[in-house]
């Protein structure tokens, strides 16, 4: 169904997710991460997407790219790095990463990619 994807993990209240994203909008850091995932209705599915988000913590290109796929390959020290990023006294960068990523990591777009991207979007309120 999703071309070789495969949910690790359901958000559990996916009408909330797609509508509220269980965030303060007041935050400034919130809005930012929001429109990070605009492309793909708040769901984080691509790399480009993580490496934005990997922008927050680091500047260097060779840094960011770093961190995403050791984020992608589940390395634990990559995981506390964005554990370290507090967005607010209750929520942290992984917190936000984690409740994202559905899929369990990020890949490259591609037409296996857009499928999944549109089943996912239409599965789940795309016509909003």
Same mark, same amino acid.
């Given at each position: 169904?999703?071309?070789?994807?495969?949910?690790?993990?359901? /958000?559990? %209240? @996916?009408? #909330? $997710?797609?509508? =509220?994203?269980?965030?303060?909008?007041?935050? !400034?850091?919130?809005?930012?991460?929001?429109?990070?995932?605009?492309?793909?209705?708040?769901?984080?599915?691509?790399?480009?997407?993580?490496?934005?988000?990997?922008?927050?913590?680091?500047?260097? /290109?060779? %840094? @960011?790219? #770093? $961190?995403?796929? =050791?984020?992608?390959?589940?390395?634990?020290? !990559?995981?506390?790095?964005?554990?370290?990023?507090?967005?607010?006294?209750?929520?942290?960068?992984?917190?936000?990463?984690?409740?994202?990523?559905?899929?369990?990591?990020?890949?490259?777009?591609?037409?296996?990619?857009?499928?999944? $991207?549109?089943?996912?979007?239409?599965?789940?309120?795309?016509?909003?």
């Amino acid at each position: 169904m999703y071309s070789g994807l495969v949910l690790t993990k359901m /958000p559990k %209240d @996916i009408d #909330s $997710l797609m509508t =509220n994203r269980h965030y303060d909008s007041k935050t !400034a850091f919130y809005g930012i991460l929001e429109s990070f995932l605009k492309d793909s209705n708040g769901i984080l599915l691509w790399n480009y997407q993580l490496e934005r988000i990997c922008s927050l913590v680091y500047r260097k /290109p060779d %840094d @960011i790219v #770093s $961190l995403r796929k =050791n984020l992608n390959s589940r390395k634990p020290y !990559a995981w506390k790095i964005l554990e370290d990023f507090k967005l607010d006294e209750k929520k942290t960068l992984r917190d936000f990463v984690e409740e994202r990523m559905v899929f369990g990591f990020a890949k490259s777009p591609n037409i296996q990619g857009a499928r999944a $991207l549109y089943e996912l979007i239409t599965l789940y309120g795309g016509d909003n």
